[in-house]
């Protein structure tokens, strides 16, 4: 099977334990990549610095950096002094991290904007990440005023930035009314620049928004409903390659010990993995039904000083 980088979302590697013990974590269980969030970020910025944080990201093996996702980044909702800071950090971080990319939300606020209206603003960000090398990249929700990845795809592909790109997350996308035709069909694969990988049930739970499913019921790859095989293909075929976010969040995994929790997301993940590089192989060849030939499997030397005897004679062979 290939190898394939993983990248573990803030949420799949958050945890009370210090950052620096959960970077070493997120790398020992294999990952080659992670998100940090703005909370992540104001409190290494506070503490023991960026570059540091670089250092250490290096010793763990992390090569893939996403930052965010940023809110309201959009002029006409009046961003507050919380939210110019969080721009302002991100940018920072981006360049002293050499990060891959900054992840930016939708509108969720009611009554949301109109995407049009965000347009200026998305292209203004879109050269700001520009300036410091990482990648704006868009992350539709269903509860947003993109709440679709198609639509997404054709506000970034309308903006026409060439550093814009669209994130699709696999529970934004299905529970959002896509198909996996609709999302061949729909995305277009010049924007595609990164995807997420969780799995859910058929139905949303009882009692839960999909905000709250969002937050609270991401399950391991392969433990839900959902074709994540037939997923990760159809995003390949639009040209998708490196790295495969992970997003996992339920109650049991954020219980169990942080490296058994990300060790499990990672062999999870790649089993669904080795599921979609496995489609189109050819079947494993049938097992024999006439008697095996007898071979070195069935030999068992005679014991210490002890010839073995002809089988048909009785004389030593």
Known sequence: M?????????????????????ISAVGAAGFAGLSLSLGDLHEVRATFGLAELRRRLDGAGIVWVQLGPLERWWTCSGPTTDQDA?????????????????????????????PAAMVDDWVELAGQAATVGAQLVLEPEPWSNLPTVERASRFVAAAGHPNGGLLVDAMHALRGGSTLASIREGVAPRV???????????????????????????????????????FVRTVRDLGYDEPWGVEVRT???????????????????????????????????????????????????????????????????
Not at 198 to 225: K, N, V
Not at 254 to 270: K, N, Q, S, V, Y
């Open 251 to 317: 109650a049991a995994h954020r219980a169990m010990p942080i490296g058994d929790a990300l060790r499990t997301a990672a062999a999870a993940t790649r089993a669904v993995l080795d599921a979609a590089d496995a489609y189109g192989a050819p079947a494993a060849p049938a097992m024999p039904t006439t008697p095996a030939p007898t071979s070195a499997v069935d030999f068992e030397p005679p014991a210490h000083g002890v010839r073995r005897r002809d089988a048909d004679t009785g004389t030593p062979a």
């Open 86 to 114: 969080d721009r302002g950090v991100v940018l920072e971080a981006a360049a002293t991290l050499s990060a891959w990319q900054i992840v930016a939300r939708a509108d969720t606020t009611l009554p949301g904007v109109s």
């Open 2 to 22: 290939q190898e394939h980088d993983l990248l573990a979302t803030s949420w799949t590697w958050a945890g009370s334990e210090p950052i620096a013990e959960r």
């Open 192 to 230: 595609l620049a990164a995807v997420e990988l969780s799995d859910g049930l058929l139905h949303t739970p009882a009692g839960m928004t999909l905000a709250e499913e969002s937050r609270e019921a991401r399950h391991l790859p392969g433990a839900g409903a959902w074709d994540l095989p037939g």
